[in-house]
């Protein structure tokens, strides 16, 4: 079930949202910035970046999560915002290596301006990764970041692992979850999982199929799957490359935004843009005059962006 909002947005005011366009980025951005299919190097790597805002010391602070994978190497990086400093944000970066004797576990103290620091402690001894693409693990782990003794942040399942370690309370303010934004790859099928609200904790299937294959425009179609239901269909997408319809997930509405013009025009190795928000349009609850869909929309989006790799 869905319905059609009056407006469409194209991919350029996709990454207007404060947060997941800073800071780290996904790809080969010098390439696609200017056109040209990414490198190859890129095309292998995979990540997701996941924007929060925390209150660190009295003030709210964005912090980014960035967990990246490749053919070769894989990573996380934390970054936390320094409003009053040019250089921008304080990071640390973990390389995951392969090898046996690399220490999975830990620390870093980070200074985030104003005399204030933040100690990041990390464990991923039992990290489980899932079998997809993923580059960020599916259970066994934390990250958490302390700042005057109140864990301010806490990424993972190990929570009691986490507390133990720190030794430092709950933040009295839960921080809050502002974007995310997931690069994934493939020919015909792209899947991811997110959460769609910002106030759940519950994560949904998303799964993107698009026919024919890559470089042929002949009556090609979409689909957008959600936990198994398909809640999007666009035929002659050769003319509908751009879009905005809101779909219903779990009772609650939920805007999809599209831009899959370069799947069709651009070649091999061209992406495609895809945004999950909570909500209606203004126009549509206007519309519906207080019955029908109620919009309980957030700022929180999600945003996903699948690469052809043909």
Not at 94 to 119: I, M, N, T, Y
Not at 152 to 181: F, H, I, N
Not at 200 to 213: L, N, T
Not at 235 to 254: S, Y
């Amino acid at each position: 079930m869905h319905k059609r909002s009056k407006s469409c947005e194209p991919y350029s005011k996709m990454e207007e949202h404060a947060g997941c366009s800073s800071g780290a980025t996904s790809c080969d951005d010098s390439a696609t910035a200017a056109g040209r299919a990414p490198s190859s190097a890129a095309v292998a790597q995979c990540s997701t970046v996941t924007v929060y805002l925390a209150k660190i010391s009295g003030a709210p602070r964005l912090v980014t999560a960035v967990w990246n994978k490749n053919l070769i190497n894989q990573s996380f990086t934390v970054s936390i915002d320094r409003p009053d400093d040019d250089d921008g944000a304080a990071s640390h970066k973990v390389e995951l290596k392969p090898w046996p004797f690399w220490s999975k576990k830990g620390s870093k103290a980070l200074d985030v301006g104003g005399g204030d620091r933040v100690d990041m402690f990390w464990d991923l001894r039992s990290a489980k990764f899932a079998a997809c693409s993923s580059p960020e693990p599916a259970g066994g782990y934390y990250v958490a970041l302390v700042s005057n003794d109140e864990v301010v942040l806490l990424l993972g399942d190990s929570k009691k692992d986490a507390y133990k370690r720190t030794k430092a309370r709950p933040s009295l303010e839960d921080p809050v979850l502002v974007c995310r934004r997931e690069s994934v790859f493939g020919r015909r099928s792209f899947s991811a999982r997110a959460r769609l609200d910002a106030r759940r904790s519950k994560e949904h299937d998303i799964v993107i199929e698009c026919s024919p294959a890559a470089g042929t425009i002949r009556d090609p179609e979409m689909w957008v799957t959600v936990d198994g239901f398909v809640l999007l269909h666009v035929k002659n997408l050769q003319w509908k490359f751009r879009g905005n319809e809101t779909v219903l997930v779990d009772q609650a509405p939920v805007q999809v935004i599209w831009d899959v013009h370069d799947w069709l025009f651009a070649g091999p190795g061209s992406q495609a843009a895809f945004v999950f928000k909570p909500g209606v349009p203004p126009e549509i609850q206007e519309d519906s005059g207080g019955n029908g869909i109620q919009s309980e929309g957030t700022d929180f989006c999600f945003f996903l962006q699948a690469w052809r790799t043909e």
